[in-house]
């Protein structure tokens, strides 16, 4: 770990458009439309933002919090997560608000788990019609931020034999979406009970999502 990085965390952490209380960073759910799981393994947050705190100078707020795109204030959230297993349905106004989210310096991390990739891609070309998801290359930042992936994104879980692909969009020059795709770090965030993954794969899990927290704050 580069201890200039964790000091660095501290002196650019944003407070975004309407900040975040003092009592630390939180990561807000993106509750969308559809019908898909957007609710899954709850803990996945509370373990990552613990993991935070104990591995950085990053101050969290080890909660479980949701927003709801369509009425919800998002912009009180510098960093937006969305998984689940289904579909995904972007009404207009939720179109407008999250491309006015990114825009304006928020972050939005998706990771598949499994079934949610056609219908991710499909919403989130509504919102950058002029823009692909691109695979960042494994010299990129993120990879290498705190904890080091040479590799790129790690392959916590097997879903159709394909390698795990980390893509983004970039607003700007900065990396506003971030989308694991056959990856799916974020089962490795929560209790150990669930999936019952070994230690070691839940410790690669929880590096990575520092890595994409830290480089989300840091950009």
């Known amino acids: 770990m580069k201890i200039y990085l ?30 898909g799981d957007w609710y899954n393994d709850p803990s996945a947050e509370v373990n990552l933002l613990k993991f935070i705190a104990r591995n950085t100078n990053i101050k969290t707020n ?6 709801d795109l369509t009425s919800g204030n998002i912009f009180a959230y510098p960093f937006l997560f969305i998984t689940g297993h289904g579909n995904i349905v972007f009404s207009d106004s939720d179109v407008a608000k999250l491309k ?8 939005l991390y998706v990771d598949d788990d499994y079934g949610l990739d056609k219908a991710f891609r499909r919403e989130i070309k509504k919102v950058f019609p002029d823009k692909d998801l691109v695979e960042l290359p494994f010299s990129y930042g993120l990879y290498h931020c705190v ?23 970039f ?13 799916n770090p974020s089962d490795g965030w929560v209790d150990p009970e ?5 230690p070691e794969k839940r410790e690669e899990a929880l590096r ?5 927290v830290t480089w989300a704050l840091m950009n």
Do not use: M, W
């Open 147 to 169: 904890f080091d992936f040479s590799n790129g994104p790690p392959k916590t879980h097997e879903h159709n034999n394909k390698p795990p692909q980390g893509l983004g969009i």
């Open 100 to 107: 006015l989210y990114l825009e304006s310096g928020g972050f």
């Open 194 to 198: 669930v999936h019952k993954d070994p």
């Open 208 to 212: 990575f999502g520092t890595n994409i």
């Open 171 to 183: 607003f700007n020059g900065r990396l506003c979406v971030y989308y694991t795709f056959e990856s």
């Open 6 to 35: 964790k000091i660095l965390v501290i002196l650019l952490f944003p407070l975004f458009i309407h900040g975040q209380d003092n009592s630390g960073f939180k990561i807000a759910r993106l509750k969308y439309n559809g019908g």
């Open 62 to 67: 080890p909660v479980y919090e949701f927003v």
